[in-house]
């Protein structure tokens, strides 16, 4: 029998009018500079490549150690693996190096997680027997899905459905990650882990995925912001030489293990040195192959930049502009890193920039050149993680936010010309990294900010609009006990892709005056209890501590008989709490792990003030050391599921509680999103059994939803906030430090909404969450982006390191000069309110449909996340389907 | 001992898949037939102190685990088999 229609698109009717007939293209946008238009073309040819070479020398001299001090076992062992990279430079190439020998290469690092490759190696030794029965025609379908290699092919293996491997590394890469088994991070954190009491509750809480991963092993680093204030004040020989003379101070001293760091710091910077001249070596290979004199002579400029920084400080714009390259890049070779943001690149440039532009050494032309070669390398960046990670977290995206605008030391607008060409290469080469966020602060110039929708309204995503204002007052809150003050506040960034993280001002000596640069002064300021689903933790709520998908027990009976909505409140705070609870315990013994087996050499080093205090960042060798955080996702499906309870259950009485279990059990008559293979509420199907629940369905829909400025909804989002943002303070971190709230989906928002069943609000089971946390479910925000405003600003954003909102514009609305204004003041209306984030797509949905049906048409079709910008094609398609779905205004 | 493009020191990696000759930035494939300007790339399997013990893999002098497909251009130890 024919199922009978679903009756959703009667319930949930986009805002706005009916779209007229044809696809709406964006603003036309420019096109790059033919040098950077050919790497553009190789990086969509490249596919994500995975070799063995770094963990295998790193391994290798870390065997011959044994017995050594660690952080100078390390420090040998990254020497080792830095040196024997494999030196490889592509044609027309203007900045070179990359994490591995490949265009998108990277690699895996056993010593935080081999877990992975011990479960997988049957699976995997088996697809590199068979590989070789698909023909070499199967990898037109591994295109698709841009650079992932989702299946195995002739001689490459797919690891976790996005890397691959070359068949004939397969047999080395489970040799060497056997000989981390018991001893990397993930397993020795695992072993002292399991003695934190309650500790069967974590792993309770992981499989059911209320907490998505651990960040110890995982990725221990990132969402931080690079500080590149030492290459370039002392270069490599320079900052050799403070760590010789911190060795000469202390050793023998009490207080001397701060020998062991700079000893480790200068092994690991004649590895880097080694690296460098490597590769400067290779360009002068290519020099004497090569024909084009042009070309030739490119490779000669490339080989003399890179032996003079393998020692000295940069003389110029793009020798600092490779300088950074190079420390950025080192950085991700020590670590397993998502969200490492090079900060506010244009500022730290400046003064190279002004005075080659002053005496004539640079145009803009060449310039904006350098800017999109520069945009290229930080798209090629690849981050190895397992499948969860990679995917379900991370969309395979990198995370690398460079931020304009803000303040200077002194108080004083911080925007400069630099940053537009900064911008203008992100309109004219649009790729998904840098991503760029402009800092909004009232007293930057309108030519800046009009700049800043011009490259918003192409459709990249970028800039993101992150409130200056407001992210110093968190700061100054979070920090201000470490002794952060209002002008340190100034030098902020974000790290990753909307973490608020502290920097500072460091004084750079260029032509015998003193340029105060910004640069991050804190290890990653997102690691902790990462993420946790709201919207699942109100299911095991309701069910009494059961979930309800796999009938496990999570937590013992909360003891509540929920006769009221403050009963259910105290209930779900109940269970939240204790979840953080073990979870930051969990955490912070993975984290002392990773801190005593993996210390941070590279990053430690630029991060003020390990260098003056002798200690890596797991030490608390940085300025500021607040870094912990409880990541939350899905939390308008949360405020809207308990607006549905209260005003259905409590107030109105139409239903009771076990209706809504009962409903929810039933899936509101629905499929589930897993049966129906769509992710979007909107598509789902309807079962015969749907007439039997259409009422309590409909009434879970029709209740108050948040984002309307409807005050019953929105006191609820103001309760959690308040709460929420409070009680993470009760915890401390590893480093003794409070946590704090922070509340980015990034991707998670699709994975926990797959394993997540019907809510009380009308979501159906396994349909993605909400994004970010004050973005509006789908569909359900009726009243236009004003009250979507009021009702995301109903709490202080300050109490949080970020509020996120994603907001979908049809192009029509924000057409020319007209729109452009008015784009302006939507935003601006967003900041004076005191929102924290707002980021944009500007696109027609319907050609979100058609590259999802041909996804080779779109391979360049860029789209916003959450806190991101990535590649439609290489999306999951939970997260496509929600990013179709989001509420589309055609005006404003 | 079969060689091919991935084993020539003009062998620029774009990918697992693919790459370019250094030479004349043609697209070639890792295993694609190497032409009359191969020049072998210093690897483990080419090196003297490198020993086969099973398919893709070996040792080092005798006590250390290695691969045959290693590029060793930066071993320091690195000799050619004669």
């Known amino acids: 029998m024919k199922s009978p229609e679903p009756p959703l698109k009667e319930a949930i009717n986009y805002y706005g009018h009916k779209p007229v007939e044809s696809i709406e293209n964006r603003e036309a946008k420019r096109s790059p500079g033919a040098r950077a238009n050919k790497a553009r073309e190789l990086y969509f040819e490249a596919k994500s490549s995975a070799s063995v070479e770094f963990p295998y020398w790193y391994t290798r001299r870390w065997e011959e150690l044994e017995g050594e001090i660690p952080i100078v076992r390390r420090g040998e062992a990254m020497k080792a693996a830095f040196e024997h990279l494999t030196p490889v430079i592509y044609p027309g190439e203007l900045l070179v190096m990359g994490k591995a020998a490949y265009l998108r290469g990277s690699y895996p690092m056993p010593w935080l997680s081999e877990a992975f490759f011990m479960a997988a190696e049957d699976k995997l030794y088996k697809e590199a027997m068979e590989s070789g029965k698909l023909t070499a025609d199967s990898f037109t379908t591994v295109g698709k899905g841009g650079g992932n290699v989702t299946q195995s092919s002739g001689n490459v293996i797919s690891i976790a459905g996005k890397f691959g491997l070359r068949k004939e590394e397969l047999p080395i890469l489970m040799e060497v990650a056997k000989k981390w088994k018991d001893k990397s991070v993930d397993d020795i954190g695992h072993k002292y882990e399991q003695l934190v009491p309650g500790y069967k509750e974590k792993e309770a809480l992981m499989r059911s995925v209320i907490c998505m991963f651990d960040s110890g092993y995982t990725l221990p680093q990132g969402r931080e912001v690079v500080n590149f204030y030492y290459p370039l004040q002392y270069g490599i020989d320079g900052i050799i030489r403070i760590c010789e003379e911190g060795i000469n101070e202390t050793a023998g001293s009490p207080g001397m293990d701060r020998i062991y760091f700079y000893h480790a710091v200068i092994l690991m910077l004649k590895g880097l040195q080694s690296w460098i001249r490597n590769h400067a070596e290779e360009a002068r290979f290519l020099s004497s192959l090569e024909k084009d004199e042009k070309q030739k002579q490119e490779f000669d400029e490339i080989a003399g930049r890179l032996e003079w920084l393998s020692t000295s400080r940069p003389r110029n714009f793009h020798d600092a502009l490779q300088m950074i390259w190079i420390f950025h890049t080192a950085v991700l070779n020590e670590d397993a890193i998502s969200g490492l943001s090079p900060g506010r690149v244009g500022q730290v440039l400046y003064p190279y920039w002004k005075r080659d532009i002053e005496n004539g050494t640079i145009d803009r032309e060449k310039t904006l050149e350098l800017l999109e070669c520069m945009r290229i390398k930080f798209t090629e960046i690849d981050c190895f993680a397992s499948m969860g990670v990679v995917g379900g977290v991370l969309s395979g995206n990198t995370f690398n936010n460079l931020c304009i605008g803000g303040l200077k030391k002194d108080g004083t607008q911080a925007s400069n010309e630099l940053e537009m060409l900064i911008m203008e290469a992100g309109i004219t080469c649009d790729t998904p990294q840098p991503t760029l966020s402009l800092l909004y602060d009232e007293k930057l110039p309108e030519e800046f900010l009009m700049k800043g929708i011009e490259c918003t309204k192409i459709g990249t995503g970028y800039p993101a609009w992150v409130n200056n204002q407001v992210a110093m007052e968190f700061l100054l809150s979070n920090y201000g006990h470490e002794g952060m003050q209002m002008e340190e506040a100034r030098a902020w960034s974000i790290g990753g892709c909307l973490e608020t993280s502290p920097g500072s001002w460091m004084p750079l000596e260029l032509d015998g005056e003193t340029c105060w640069i910004p640069g991050g002064s804190a290890p990653a300021t997102s690691v902790g209890v990462h993420f946790l689903s709201l919207p699942k933790l109100l299911e095991v709520t309701l069910f009494d501590g059961l979930d309800m998908r796999s009938g496990e027990r999570i937590f013992p009976s909360h003891g509540y008989a929920l006769n009221s909505y403050d009963e259910l409140w105290s209930a779900f705070k109940t269970y939240f709490h204790r979840a953080v609870h073990v979870l930051t315990l969990t955490n912070n013994i993975q984290h002392d792990a990773w801190r005593k087996i993996s210390p941070s050499l590279v990053n430690s080093m630029l991060k003020p003030d390990c260098l003056k205090n002798g200690k890596d960042i797991g030490q608390m060798g940085s300025r500021y050391n607040t870094t912990f955080n409880v990541e939350s996702c899905g939390t308008a499906n949360l405020v809207n599921s308990l607006a549905s309870l209260r005003k259905n259950v409590y107030d109105d009485k139409k239903y009771s509680l076990a209706d809504f279990r009962n409903a929810i059990l039933a899936n509101f008559g629905f499929k589930t999103a897993q049966e129906t293979g769509s992710y979007s509420l909107i598509d789902q199907v309807a079962t015969e059994d749907y007439h039997n629940w259409k009422h309590i369905h409909k009434a879970g829909l029709d209740a108050p939803k948040f984002g309307n400025d409807d005050a019953y909804v929105d006191r609820i989002m103001a309760d959690w906030e308040n709460w929420f943002c409070t009680m993470t303070h009760e915890f401390r971190s590893l480093y003794d430090q409070p946590l704090y709230a922070c509340q980015i989906s990034v991707s998670t928002h699709g994975p926990m909404g797959a394993v997540t069943m019907a809510s009380p609000d009308g979501r159906l089971s396994g349909t993605t969450f909400s994004d970010g946390s004050v973005s509006a479910y789908p569909g359900t925000d009726r009243n236009g982006p004003y009250a979507l405003f009021e009702s995301a600003s109903c709490w202080d954003h300050s109490l949080s390191q970020n509020s996120q909102m994603n907001m979908k514009i049809h192009p029509s609305v924000v057409k020319g000069r007209e729109g452009s204004r008015k784009f302006l003041e939507l935003i601006r209306a967003y900041m004076r309110k005191g929102g924290f984030h707002v980021q944009f797509n500007i696109v027609d949905s319907r050609m979100l449909k058609e590259a999802q049906a041909e996804p080779d048409k779109f391979r360049s079709l860029l789209v916003r996340v959450a806190g991101f910008t990535q590649y439609w094609v290489e999306l999951g398609k939970q997260i496509q389907d929600e990013v179709i779905s989001r509420t589309e205004y055609e005006e404003l | ?82």
């Open chain 2, 1 to 82: 001992m079969e060689n091919n493009c991935k084993d020539c020191k003009y062998y620029l990696p774009v990918d697992v898949f693919r790459g370019m000759c250094k030479r004349d930035k043609t697209n070639i494939g890792p295993d694609h037939e190497i032409c009359a300007k191969f020049d072998r790339l210093p690897k483990c399997k080419f090196c003297q102190k490198y020993k086969a013990e099973k398919e893709f893999l070996g040792s080092c002098l005798g006590n250390t685990i290695a691969y045959p497909d290693m590029n060793a251009s930066k071993c320091a130890g690195f000799e050619w088999v004669r």
